[in-house]
């Protein structure tokens, strides 16, 4: 059994070019940006009211300690933990690693207290 082939075609007689098209006449831009305001299209252009860029709030310092931790861990948190994460920092002068260490060391006492 053959498959026929798609390319071999023997009687293009029935196809015809399109017609001609007749172009569109081209709008005014002015009739364009009116017809977009009534209908409530954004704009794409700046506005004149921008307000300018703020820088955030509190910008912090970077923290280069040499430690011999090398491992990382990716952790999601509230805001608020993690503001509390670099108080608790800054307040000790230690790397979060440290915080994180004695936070843990901290917990596992407490637990074995209660028990």
Request: hydrophobic share 35%.
């Amino acid at each position: 059994m053959s498959r026929a082939n798609p390319l071999d075609i023997d009687d293009l007689s029935d196809f015809a070019p399109r017609s001609a098209v007749e172009p569109s006449k081209p709008i005014a831009s002015d009739v364009i940006d009116e017809i977009s305001r009534k209908s409530g299209f954004p704009s794409r252009q700046p506005s004149k009211k921008a307000p300018p860029p703020t820088l955030p709030a509190q910008t912090r310092t970077q923290r280069r300690y040499v430690t011999g931790r090398n491992q990382q861990i990716n952790i999601k948190a509230k805001a608020e933990t993690i503001a509390m994460l670099n108080t608790l920092a800054d307040k000790l002068n230690v790397p979060f690693g440290e915080v994180l260490e004695r936070a843990l060391h901290a917990l596992d006492t407490s637990l074995k207290e209660k028990r």
